[in-house]
């Protein structure tokens, strides 16, 4: 099986996962939904409170948002993987001539273009209602990459989830247990200082906090400092602990 | 662009006439090199479950065989191995000549699948569904849709091609299931269970479709709980039970071989139920049994026993008795006895009707 042929089959497995998008919206106003709704929520709910302004508060939530979205989309990748594995369909693609590799390209192709979607929607939302760019065009550039960098790394984490567990309750709970320490005990929503000496500890070393630290920067103009080479850092860590993991445990169950 | 696969060759003359087979002709000659599918001592164990005890099994290409076995008997465990699924931990087995284990990539250019749980998209149409597989056999573009609208056609799907499989009928499913494991023209074709979960109406629609292949000369291994089902459609059965093969042959074979022949006889008069059971039961020295309705009366004839005799004598002692008969006579044992008498179990689910 050479390159060309499993790059076609991947490429071939990712247009039914967008085709899938086509037909079930609702299944792409999952993603879309939540973070409207957190944006809403914390904007106008908490935005006073912590900021004392909720314009404010706009500019410093809206990119640790969209890291948030991020987090949510690979949930969802990993609740299609889970259940293409366990039902029929899996078997399927096994049963034919096609590489190994191609069903878990084609759900890393389709997860894509809800990250792009997700982040590009949080950003539009928040400019709607008064988010404005800083940093330049570069820079703007500069944090979309930073965020693709996070989500493919993050991505292998829901691919091992999706791949390991026994049903969708499971990939939920997996997912939740890992989403909400990592984003709510991050400086998404609450600056670091803010918070209490114990928990600023963890919020600091965090990956969300690096990465929503950078993307704020730059998209804010703001002084990066650390956080774009530290966020850039943990991806790469993360991508080299999970990626070799989901394809080994994907390889022995599929 | 992926060649069509050549079926394995001499599969017209390797196929059994089951129309004229009697008890005394040999089973369908299984010396054609190579056989469609062909295993040899399958061991797979799950922990302390053991699921195939050194399984052999030889299809003669052009084939529809019956993979009978009650459940767990290691049927779809059978199938898994030989569509290059699972590995089994020891034995061989291979496809049109093509080895299971050292030339994956090759036996998946051979086979199709249709397993047990349907193996389609739901969030997409029943037409994508069968573009995908189409484009991911790499067929060029229009090619692939040609192919796609064919076989929508061929299974009577056309006018729900555009609609998503998750508004289609079970029995539209299994169809939709099965034109995605021919979209590749295989030799060979696993049917795991195909009919389970249907309404007899899809069933028939199934099995239709079974026949049209094996008319193509497609080679066909049916795995099924449904004695009717093998008995309908295959040239060939291995009865299966506790993961190996305790019998093989043409439906008939088996009748003949493995049950024993049984007399059938029902009184005209429900009342006399009791005396013409204790006359059989006295002549061929088996326990009489009825059937649910309780008026027809059968049993066993004994081993080796002439049935002409047994059947004069049945009659004679009938007529002395005063006992008038609506029907009587001697027949084969049927696939249900058969069951019973090789696996020891209770019957399988019976077909619905």
């Not at chain 1, 997860?111 to 939302?125: P, T």
Request: with cysteine; charged share 20%.
């Amino acid at each position: 099986m050479n390159a060309t042929r499993a790059a076609r089959h991947g490429v071939t497995l990712g247009w039914r996962n967008i085709a899938k998008f086509r037909h079930t919206p609702d299944q792409l106003l999952d993603i879309l939904l939540m973070p409207i709704t957190f944006v809403v929520m914390f904007v106008f709910l908490f935005g006073n409170a912590v900021s004392g302004d909720w314009h404010a508060y706009l500019r410093f939530v809206i990119p640790g948002i969209a890291v948030q979205a991020l987090m949510f989309a690979m949930l969802g990748g990993a609740l299609a993987l889970n259940a293409d594995m366990r039902e029929g369909i899996h078997d399927r693609f096994r049963s034919l001539p096609i590489a190994r590799s191609a069903p878990l390209v084609g759900h890393i192709l389709g997860d894509c273009l809800k990250y792009v979607l997700s982040v590009v929607l949080v950003f539009a939302f928040g400019a709607a209602l008064g988010f404005r760019f800083g940093g330049g065009a570069l820079a703007v550039a500069g944090a979309a990459g930073l965020l693709m960098a996070f989500a493919l790394a993050t991505c292998w984490i829901g691919v091992l989830i999706g791949v390991a567990a026994r049903n969708a309750e499971t990939v939920q709970a997996l997912s939740l247990v890992l989403i909400f320490p990592l984003t709510f005990g991050s400086n998404v929503f609450v600056p670091a200082e803010k918070l209490p000496g114990w928990l600023q500890a963890w919020v600091r070393i965090n990956p969300v906090s690096q990465v929503t630290d950078a993307v704020r920067a730059l998209t804010l103009g703001l002084p990066a400092g650390g956080s774009v080479p530290a966020s850039l850092l943990w991806s790469a860590g993360i991508a080299a602990v999970f990626a070799p993991a989901a394809v080994l445990l994907y390889r022995r169950r599929g | 662009m992926r060649a069509v696969p050549a079926p394995c060759a001499g599969r017209a003359s390797a196929r059994p006439d089951r129309g004229r087979m009697t008890s005394s002709q040999k089973p369908a000659p299984a010396s054609v090199p190579p056989g469609a599918i062909e295993a040899e001592g399958l061991v797979k164990r799950y922990g302390d479950t053991t699921a195939l005890a050194g399984l052999d099994l030889i299809v003669p290409p052009g084939n529809v065989w019956g993979l009978l076995g009650p459940n767990g008997a290691g049927k779809t465990t059978v199938v898994r191995i030989l569509s290059t699924l699972l590995r089994p931990d020891s034995g061989r087995a291979s496809i049109c000549g093509a080895d299971v284990l050292r030339r994956p990539g090759r036996v998946r250019e051979l086979i199709g699948l249709t397993g047990q749980f349907a193996a389609v998209d739901e969030a997409l149409t029943g037409f994508e569904n069968l573009l995908l597989v189409a484009r991911l056999l790499e067929l060029p573009g229009r090619r692939a849709r040609e192919r796609a609208g064919e076989l929508l056609d061929r299974f009577g799907l056309s006018e729900a091609g555009g609609r998503l499989v998750r508004t289609y009928s079970g029995g539209m499913r299994r169809r939709l299931d099965v034109a995605a494991s021919l979209l590749g023209t295989p030799s060979v074709l696993f049917l795991d269970e195909p009919t389970t979960g249907l309404d007899p109406r899809s069933r028939g629609d199934v099995w239709d479709l079974v026949r049209g292949l094996a008319a193509d000369g497609t080679t066909v291994l049916l795995t099924t709980q449904y004695l009717e089902e093998a008995d309908r459609l295959s040239h060939g059965i291995s009865v299966i039970d506790h993961g190996r093969v305790v019998e093989t042959g043409t439906p008939a074979q088996l009748k003949a071989r493995v049950g024993r022949q049984t007399i059938e006889l029902r009184p005209v008069d429900r009342g006399r139920v009791d005396d013409a059971e204790e006359i059989v039961a006295h002549v061929t020295g088996a326990a009489a049994v009825r059937d649910r309705e309780g008026w027809l009366v059968s049993a066993a004839l004994p081993v080796g026993g002439r049935a002409g005799a047994v059947l004069a004598e049945v009659a004679a002692r009938l007529e002395t008795a005063g006992i008038e008969v609506a029907e009587i006579g001697v027949r084969l044992a049927t696939l249900d006895e058969v069951f019973l008498a090789l696996t020891g179990h209770d019957e399988p689910v019976e077909a619905g009707r």
